[in-house]
């Protein structure tokens, strides 16, 4: 009885072109985000591909040591080699672009943005370069392209209420809901019944609008995706699916409750603008209003009167030759104690970043969709957990730079080896032979860049256990937003009554 209800269902949704509605939808729209991804994937591979291979100071992961020698005076001297300050400058520290971005999008486009680790006399920091932004379509910033994750998140969401908001209140509208009912069919079967033929409805156009985009992305040259791609693919796949029934559900119990379906329609479309858009876009301004942080212009400008009130000290103790433009008298041996300053500074604000952040998913996991998003985007190593992944290793690199660095710059202020920034270094230690690469002159003499090649950035992803363990909440939430959707509709159907 089940099976028959379900096929009368699909029978009503062809007749009335549902069926070929949503398959053209989804034909449309999965065609149109796989085709558009595609473009901008490559845009965004060539892109990071030619700067890779640049073989200039802005290559990939490659530092660049930037010596400005001063004279007794404090001016600017290339000839002496008494008073020298040093600026380290990494730029061009790129992200490879992650195939899987195609179909959910999410934090990508920060995390691809190019990383500059630099250090202004001494202290290390890690900002963002926007300035010196990958090159992408200027379209795809205005109007940004529906992915996978959208289509599922927003469109067929929304179809769902087209199936369902008559499903019940339209049967009992024509009198048909009494006479089902009256037969031997339980109320059960009915729900059953109706959740079965409508979502088969939307579910197997979809399922074939899927294939073909997945046959499509496969056989584009530019992607390689492994056997843990597939897989993550099955699993987004089936939390989508998951996502799409626990819609159904809701539109079923709304249906149930109402008496008209032109009152349904109204409800649902009302409840799918507060789980869709309101809750997940909520949860950021609650965040932020209950944990304030400075922006980063304001932390920057308090990591320098910090540095600046540790110079002054030094300097009323101990006045020194060395003046930087833009910063003031420099003191060697103060350097150490305004990193550890700038260094508390930036974890005092990375810690409140890091409680706002958790706080605004807390909000968000209120609404399925909240969940759905958290949940696709780390299957698709594109998440807030894979962003601060890469931090992490940004960090790490930081770490790696900023001794070998020292190390250097223990080497080169040894009284024996200040001549070596005019020389090719041919007879010089290993050590140091092996990390002066390449030696360029700007502006006359006055800047000597030391090139770096031996600490090339790389990055590492999510392996798919530790992408699990930090989505399991998610996937958990959304089984139990499916099953309460299912209970309610149970529940409303079992209570209902079959006469308008």
């Given at each position: 009885?089940?099976?028959?209800?379900?096929?009368?269902?699909?029978?009503?949704?062809?007749?009335?072109?549902?069926?070929?509605?949503?398959?053209?939808?989804?034909?449309?729209?999965?065609?149109?985000?796989?085709?558009?991804?595609?473009?901008?994937?490559?845009?965004?591979?060539?892109?990071?591909?030619?700067?890779?291979?640049?073989?200039?100071?802005?290559?990939?992961?490659?530092?660049?040591?930037?010596?400005?020698?001063?004279?007794?005076?404090?001016?600017?001297?290339?000839?002496?080699?008494?008073?020298?300050?040093?600026?380290?400058?990494?730029?061009?520290?790129?992200?490879?672009?992650?195939?899987?971005?195609?179909?959910?999008?999410?934090?990508?486009?920060?995390?691809?943005?190019?990383?500059?680790?630099?250090?202004?006399?001494?202290?290390?920091?890690?900002?963002?370069?926007?300035?010196?932004?990958?090159?992408?379509?200027?379209?795809?910033?205005?109007?940004?392209?529906?992915?996978?994750?959208?289509?599922?998140?927003?469109?067929?969401?929304?179809?769902?209420?087209?199936?369902?908001?008559?499903?019940?209140?339209?049967?009992?509208?024509?009198?048909?809901?009494?006479?089902?009912?009256?037969?031997?069919?339980?109320?059960?079967?009915?729900?059953?019944?109706?959740?079965l033929g409508g979502y088969l409805s939307i579910v197997i156009p979809f399922l074939v609008a899927v294939l073909i985009a997945l046959f499509l992305l496969a056989r584009d040259p530019l992607i390689t995706f492994g056997g843990e791609n597939w897989l993550r693919i099955l699993l987004l796949l089936i939390t989508s699916l998951a996502y799409i029934a626990l819609f159904f559900f809701i539109g079923l119990y709304i249906s149930a409750l109402t008496q008209r379906a032109a009152t349904a329609a109204v409800l649902l479309l009302a409840i799918w603008v507060i789980l869709t858009l309101v809750v997940p876009n909520v949860g950021w301004l609650v965040a932020k209003q209950v944990v304030r942080v400075p922006s980063q212009q304001q932390i920057d400008t308090e990591k320098f009167k910090t540095a600046r009130e540790i110079e002054d000290d030094a300097e009323r103790s101990k006045p020194s030759g060395m003046f930087v433009p833009g910063y003031g008298k420099f003191h060697p041996e103060v350097q150490p104690q305004i990193e550890e300053a700038r260094q508390e500074i930036e974890e005092r604000y990375a810690k409140l970043r890091q409680k706002r952040l958790r706080l605004s998913q807390i909000v968000t996991r209120f609404s399925p969709t909240g969940a759905y998003v958290h949940a696709a985007t780390g299957l698709a190593q594109t998440s807030i957990?894979?962003?601060?992944?890469?931090?992490?290793?940004?960090?790490?690199?930081?770490?790696?730079?900023?001794?070998?660095?020292?190390?250097?710059?223990?080497?080169?202020?040894?009284?024996?080896?200040?001549?070596?920034?005019?020389?090719?270094?041919?007879?010089?230690?290993?050590?140091?032979?092996?990390?002066?690469?390449?030696?360029?002159?700007?502006?006359?003499?006055?800047?000597?860049?030391?090139?770096?090649?031996?600490?090339?950035?790389?990055?590492?992803?999510?392996?798919?256990?530790?992408?699990?363990?930090?989505?399991?909440?998610?996937?958990?939430?959304?089984?139990?937003?499916l099953g309460f959707s299912f209970v309610f509709a149970m529940l409303a159907i079992m209570k209902c009554r079959v006469r308008q």
């Open positions: 009885m089940v099976w028959l209800i379900a096929k009368k269902e699909i029978y009503d949704n062809w007749q009335s072109h549902k069926i070929i509605l949503t398959f053209a939808l989804c034909i449309i729209l999965l065609m149109m985000s796989v085709w558009l991804g595609l473009i901008d994937y490559s845009e965004r591979l060539l892109g990071y591909n030619l700067t890779r291979n640049a073989n200039t100071f802005a290559s990939v992961g490659k530092p660049a040591l930037t010596y400005v020698f001063f004279d007794e005076a404090g001016k600017l001297n290339p000839n002496s080699t008494t008073r020298a300050a040093s600026i380290v400058n990494l730029i061009g520290i790129y992200r490879r672009p992650v195939g899987l971005s195609i179909l959910a999008r999410g934090l990508e486009d920060r995390m691809n943005r190019p990383v500059r680790l630099f250090d202004v006399l001494g202290g290390y920091t890690a900002t963002i370069d926007t300035s010196n932004s990958q090159e992408k379509n200027k379209l795809f910033v205005l109007f940004s392209p529906p992915d996978f994750l959208f289509v599922v998140k927003v469109v067929l969401s929304l179809l769902t209420i087209l199936f369902t908001f008559s499903a019940i209140a339209g049967e009992r509208e024509q009198g048909t809901l009494q006479l089902m009912l009256s037969n031997s069919v339980s109320r059960g079967q009915m729900l059953l019944g109706k959740f957990e894979d962003e601060e992944f890469y931090h992490s290793q940004l960090v790490q690199h930081k770490t790696q730079l900023d001794a070998t660095i020292k190390e250097t710059f223990a080497l080169l202020q040894k009284p024996e080896k200040q001549p070596l920034i005019y020389q090719n270094l041919p007879q010089e230690p290993r050590a140091l032979r092996d990390r002066l690469v390449k030696i360029n002159s700007y502006e006359g003499g006055t800047v000597r860049n030391i090139i770096q090649n031996e600490l090339s950035f790389t990055f590492d992803l999510l392996s798919l256990p530790r992408t699990l363990n930090a989505i399991w909440l998610d996937l958990s939430l959304l089984v139990l937003w």
